[in-house]
């Protein structure tokens, strides 16, 4: 007999992030050896555009773990889209991930309004369409290697 519960509970959990990372790690060789080595951790990797008044024209907020750089927002102010600042700001993510964090692979997300094409353009490959996520809406998954 069990009791569920449904409250937010960060002790809780922390404690199943914690056990589901040891169940991980005891049945994956791969994760088992990336343990305690610096690739273990994600690092941020931020990449910032500026213009001359110092406002924010545009941004990429990602990280690195093991191998990839995952991009969590990429982002260009609509005065400054059309002007390859998208394309500027992908391509020092990617070559500070692949010089300075031997990263070989990119992965991101985003939805059919945004982006995918210019992604594309860029060298991605979609491998994952999630259709009505959220309803009406299609998301994609889109990774690249880099060279």
Known sequence: MFRLETEVDRARRDLLRTRLRETNTAASPVLRALRGTPGEREL???????????????????????????????????????????????????????????CASVRLETWDFQAPDFYEKQGYDVVCVIPDYPPGITEYTLTKRLS
Do not use: C, F, M, N
């Open 44 to 102: 941020p990797l931020h990449v910032w555009a500026l213009d001359d008044t110092d406002a924010l024209a545009g941004g990429l907020v990602g990280h690195t773990w093991t191998t990839w750089l995952h991009v969590t927002y990429l982002w260009v102010d609509a005065r400054h889209r059309g002007a390859g600042l998208g394309s500027q700001l992908l391509a020092t993510a990617e070559r500070i991930a692949k010089r300075e964090r031997g």
